[in-house]
């Protein structure tokens, strides 16, 4: 069969490229460029715990020592500290890294990946569709026709594949803009991320009264100033002189020595596409959404994007059409980006309303500091990651089903399992193979050896019946799952989210709730990979 075309070589197209191979589909990714990404300081992400457990999960390196962690997160207004968050292991931490890092290490774990193919320098200038698959033409020192089984649109805000498959992509231009600067020096506080909003200190320029400082490692910091809506120039005197305004308030009136790095102006816009489906091509990351105001971060959901298409993605490339289980995909990762522009949408005129009565209202900065806090923290409507509620992959109602912790649908808590050869692993680890993962929660389990209880209980009986269900699925033990009672099984997408929780080995129930996770009956998608081969 044909492989995956991924067109773009960004984070997202090249996340995508290491896990579909990591489920052994070949790819091919198109990169326009030659190869490498220019080192920009300035140009930074911030991942939430389970995106960067998902990268490390797919190259195998610890992002700690590439990007940093932060230690905390202060917001202070004017001069009064309105909140402070000390990271100490019971929350999940932000990691801070330069793209160019980023894609590094991802390049750097593809090279050793022979079901990839980087055909640099290939720009896609044209593509047709059948119903067998996609031909794609690139343009370049070595322009050529690339063949796939599907194509998949990672190629950012302009992206080509879009506008080739006539997705509209509306939406708001310049929500926000920020001047950015990566520099290194010293700071008074240590590793502590900042929000300042109205900072007592005059500053030269158009300003909108706040700066967000984010550390990096080797004592480099990107420093961020929203600007005012309009389209005033940021000349490089005008920066300079912000950067030594802000260094020297932050200093008691002294500017510390500093080396500029990096420079830059950010304008963030607010788009979703209409379709991220279009039969065999579909979009990922910028290319499909963009968001990023009010502190969160777009190429976080663009890994998600990533995360929920490729084990979808690799059941049709082994299996055969699965029309149900491909639709999900717009389905469940549109609906979760579209809330979070509504949520950014509709806090922006409170957070930037600038003035009127709602600022004397007594609590409303301490309200105005907690929605920031929750986007720069992935907290909240803004920045939470999203559960799969109402997605079409969802079972009927279970006789056995009973709570947990993990609501269905959203992302399982990472705890220690036994795998099936009797090494202790995290849960996290066993995602992204393209198998369900059914996890018996049984106390004691950690202290004996597995041979005493893999034929004891009802573990033969459970065993039993995921050898029965329709897909391929791995039996994991776990002392305990947060909010779980002995003997409670959990049902577990291929991207970490939560299809039930069944109170104890109930066969039936278990087939269903698989049966649906990969998108219904065989007899069903047989049926509508015929109904789709034929338009």
């Given at each position: ?10 984070p ?15 790819c ?8 490498k ?9 911030v ?37 402070e ?8 931490v ?29 720009r ?6 059948e ?18 089984s ?16 006539d ?11 920020h ?21 007592p ?12 400082a ?40 002294t ?35 963009l ?5 969160t ?44 522009l ?55 109602p ?16 990472d ?12 849960l ?14 049984a106390p004691?389990?950690?202290?004996w050896e597995?041979r ?15 050898m ?23 049902l577990?997408r291929?991207d970490?989210h ?7 080995v ?6 269903a ?8 009956p065989?007899?069903a998608?047989?049926?509508?990979g015929?109904?789709a081969?034929?338009?």
């Amino acid at each position: 069969m044909d492989p995956v075309i991924v067109v773009g070589a960004g984070p997202v197209g090249l996340t995508l490229a290491l896990a579909l191979a990591r489920q052994e589909v070949p790819c091919v990714v198109l990169d326009e460029g030659p190869g490498k990404d220019e080192p920009r300081a300035s140009r930074t992400v911030v991942l939430r715990e389970d995106t960067t457990a998902l990268i490390e999960r797919l190259t195998g390196v610890p992002l700690d020592r590439v990007g940093a962690h932060w230690a905390g997160w202060r917001s202070v207004r004017r001069k009064q500290v309105m909140r402070e968050v000390f990271f100490d292991g019971t929350e999940p931490v932000p990691l801070h890294i330069a793209q160019h890092v980023l894609t590094g290490v991802l390049r750097t774990a593809l090279a050793d990946e022979p079901l990839v193919k980087i055909a640099v320098e290939s720009r896609l200038d044209g593509m047709e569709q059948e119903s067998s698959g996609v031909t794609a033409h690139t343009r370049g020192p070595k322009g050529t026709w690339w063949r796939g089984s599907y194509l998949v649109g990672c190629d950012g805000p302009r992206s080509t594949v879009r506008k080739l498959q006539d997705i509209r992509f509306p939406g708001r231009t310049a929500v926000e803009r920020h001047a950015v600067a990566a520099l290194r020096t010293e700071l008074p506080w240590y590793n502590e991320a900042l929000l300042h909003r109205m900072p007592p200190w005059r500053m030269s320029g158009p300003s909108a009264g706040e700066v967000t400082a984010r550390p990096l490692p080797d004592g480099v910091w990107r420093l961020d100033w929203l600007l005012p809506p309009g389209k005033d120039l940021v000349t490089p005197e005008l920066l300079l002189t912000r950067i030594r305004e802000t260094l020297a308030g932050w200093s008691g009136g002294t500017t510390p020595p500093y080396e500029l790095l990096d420079t830059g102006v950010h304008t963030v816009h607010h788009r979703l596409a209409r379709r991220w489906r279009a039969d065999r091509v579909f979009l990922a990351g910028d290319a499909a959404h963009l968001h990023g105001s009010l502190g969160t971060h777009g190429l976080d959901e663009g890994l998600r994007d990533a995360d929920n298409l490729a084990w979808k993605l690799a059941l049709a490339w082994h299996h055969g059409p699965h029309e149900a289980l491909l639709d999900s995909y717009q389905t469940e990762r549109r609906a979760i980006v579209a809330a979070r522009l509504r949520a950014a949408d509709q806090a922006l005129p409170l957070l930037r309303g600038g003035g009127g009565l709602r600022s004397y209202v007594p609590g409303s900065a301490r309200g105005h500091d907690s929605l920031l806090t929750d986007g720069h923290l992935g907290h909240g409507p803004l920045g939470a990651p999203g559960a799969y509620a109402d997605s079409p992959l969802a079972p009927p109602p279970l006789e056995g089903e009973v709570p947990v912790r993990t609501s269905p649908g959203s992302s399982v808590i990472d705890v220690r399992v036994t795998a099936e050869d009797g090494t202790f692993v995290r849960l996290r680890d066993r995602l992204g193979r393209g198998a369900l993962l059914v996890v018996l929660i049984a106390p004691g389990t950690g202290v004996w050896e597995r041979r005493h209880w893999v034929s004891a209980g009802i573990m033969p009986q459970l065993a039993a019946a995921v050898m029965a269900l329709p897909h391929h699925a791995e039996l994991l033990v776990a002392e305990s799952y947060p909010g779980a009672a002995a003997h409670t099984v959990l049902l577990v997408r291929p991207d970490g989210h939560l299809v039930t929780a069944l109170g104890g080995v109930r066969p039936a129930d278990l087939y269903a709730a698989a049966e649906a996770a990969v998108g219904g009956p065989a007899k069903a998608q047989a049926e509508a990979g015929a109904t789709a081969g034929s338009r």
